[in-house]
């Protein structure tokens, strides 16, 4: 799982503690399960809070409500049969005021708690019916005045037939007895009296209730966080639980691979977790039973690679001498035996060379191969073995071109083991480039010096680019083929690279060439960070195919 950083927060955020946070986030599988868990609690225990708490809402004020309502009843039920004990002919403006003042006054007194809920009854708006002069007021039993009443309850009663019967009620904030604004319930009715039209209310503050809602919403919040954190608590005793066993695994891997082959991991208790580490155990004594087998037959490769080399070098020496003379002979003697010597010869010379190979290679193997470092001239080195050479790519038909900086590509190198590489994949290109050019680069940086080989022949696939330095590796296994050597000189030219600090890299093209890259640092000591020269498939530009053959020289400026 991968962290991507919103945009707004790249302006909020430290670029850096959000990168360790991001790294321990992706690196750490016990931070990840506890703050999954603990995030994935909360949300669950957020919306069952929102649930236990909007049902207990509805309920303590679903209850109000109808405890407000029925008392609404009664309350207009009995002011409406107060104001009809009067005679319609009786009705003045005056008496009207005496009835509601008198209603105001018994219903404030009777029923509910004294106190906690206020009584109004407002007169409705002056008509173009009624007489000039009547005055007709509006009575209140509390602290509340008209303005008290929501606008929109007021229009929604002034608008029904009296006397209906019919309540209205809606939430408001209004006035309480000590001057501040709490929260109630308001319910109306249309009520007649006399010939004027009057609006019921009843304010019932919720002062009370919103204080239980409080202390239920707090309850439900400190709730809620002690279970997320204890359900946090257990997330991180269960994943340390898990996640230890995997760490300890991933440690003892680790020195595993770092060749403490007697590393096990400690086994308690018979779950799978105990199974895991008797089965990771299991496979680290195979691996190092395998492994200790394998050195094994590998010092005894290297050993009788050794002795042989040496103990054919004076068997070798003997049959060399004794072809020498046969050799020596050749004018004067038969077609048949001068024949047999020359051939006697051409084998020896490659035996020799065979020879030579498997004695530097039980050298590298030995870890015996020392370098005689001294400051060389990359250039010089590669106009030499161009030199030596061109006989070879002559016979061949492939033109040699070689490109080289007008500045020193000087370095601390052996001089023998880096000409020996630059022959070696000079010959390698000459003898797999089908006749084709041959190009040879020589550059050099601040702090490396490079030289590639590029041919334009039957090249090799990624494959074999791969493999190209293994021992013994042929990209044409038949042992009838024309070219090739021994199948160990890019091996050696890799083990004199490493032993420079350097590094020799190869890449190809099937049927379009091959190029190898040699970078060395420019002191002895020093790794390569890098190459004055690309390794690819850009090529630069090469003498023309089929053209007689010469030798060419660029210098670049």
């Not at 009786?90 to 809920?117: F, I, K, M, Y």
């Not at 005055?135 to 509340?144: H, I, K, Q, T």
């Not at 005045?145 to 904030?173: C, H, K």
């Not at 250039?379 to 490109?403: H, K, N």
Request: with cysteine; hydrophobic share 40%; aromatic share 6%.
């Amino acid at each position: 799982m991968r962290l991507h950083l919103p945009p707004f927060l790249h302006r909020v955020l430290p670029t850096r503690p959000w990168r360790r946070l991001v790294a321990a986030w992706r690196r750490g599988l016990r931070l990840r399960v506890v703050t999954t868990t603990v995030v994935l609690s909360l949300l669950v225990v957020a919306l069952l809070g929102s649930f236990l708490f909007d049902r207990v809402r509805d309920g303590v004020l679903g209850a109000k409500v109808d405890s407000a309502l029925a008392e609404t009843r009664s309350g207009f039920q009995f002011a409406q049969a107060t104001v009809e004990q009067t005679q319609d002919s009786e009705w003045t403006p005056t008496l009207v005021n005496a009835r509601v003042d008198a209603v105001v006054g018994r219903l404030a007194s009777g029923g509910g708690e004294a106190g906690r809920r206020e009584v109004l009854l407002l007169a409705g708006p002056h008509e173009d019916s009624d007489p000039p002069g009547d005055v007709y007021s509006s009575y209140a039993s509390g602290v509340n005045r008209p303005q008290s009443i929501p606008a929109a309850l007021r229009r929604e009663l002034q608008g029904q037939p009296r006397p209906s019967g019919r309540t209205y009620w809606t939430y408001a904030v209004a006035d309480d007895r000590d001057g501040t604004r709490v929260p109630s319930l308001i319910v109306g009715a249309a009520l007649q009296v006399g010939p004027k039209p009057y609006e019921l209310y009843y304010v019932f503050p919720l002062d009370q209730e919103a204080q239980t809602l409080g202390l239920v919403r707090r309850t439900l919040a400190v709730a809620g966080l002690a279970l997320v954190v204890l359900v946090g608590l257990i997330a991180y005793v269960v994943a340390r639980t898990v996640v230890t066993p995997v760490r300890m695994a991933a440690r003892i891997a680790e020195r595993l691979a770092a060749g403490r082959l007697e590393e096990r991991m400690h086994i308690r208790g018979e779950d799978d977790l105990a199974r895991l580490a008797a089965s990771f155990n299991r496979m680290a004594r195979s691996l190092q039973s395998q492994i200790r087998r394998l050195e094994d037959l590998s010092r005894l490769q290297r050993r009788f690679v050794s002795d042989v080399s040496h103990e054919l070098r004076t068997p070798l020496t003997t049959v060399r001498m004794a072809a020498d003379v046969l050799h020596s002979y050749v004018a004067t003697s038969p077609p048949d035996v001068a024949r047999s010597s020359e051939l006697l010869q051409a084998q020896l010379d490659r035996f020799e060379d065979l020879l030579a190979d498997l004695l530097e290679i039980s050298r590298f193997d030995a870890g015996a191969a020392v370098l005689d470092p001294e400051p060389c001239d990359l250039r010089a080195i590669a106009r030499r073995v161009l030199d030596a050479t061109e006989p070879l790519a002559e016979r061949r038909g492939s033109a040699l071109e070689l490109v080289v900086p007008e500045q020193a590509c000087t370095a601390d190198v052996d001089g023998r083991r880096i000409e020996r590489i630059v022959r070696n994949l000079v010959v390698n290109a000459i003898e797999h480039g089908e006749g084709k050019p041959v190009v040879v680069t020589v550059a050099a940086d601040d702090d490396a010096v490079a030289l590639s080989v590029r041919d334009s022949g039957v090249g090799l696939s990624p494959e074999e680019a791969g493999r190209v330095f293994d021992r013994f590796w042929r990209a044409d296994p038949s042992r009838a083929r024309q070219t090739g050597g021994t199948g160990l000189g890019l091996s050696i030219a890799l083990e004199d690279a490493h032993l420079h600090g350097g590094e020799l890299e190869a890449y190809g093209e099937p049927g379009r060439g091959a190029q190898f890259r040699l970078t060395l640092p420019r002191h002895a000591g020093q790794e390569v960070a890098g190459s004055p020269l690309p390794l690819g498939p850009d090529r630069p530009q090469v003498l023309a195919v089929g053209a007689p053959y010469r030798r060419t020289e660029v210098n670049r400026g």
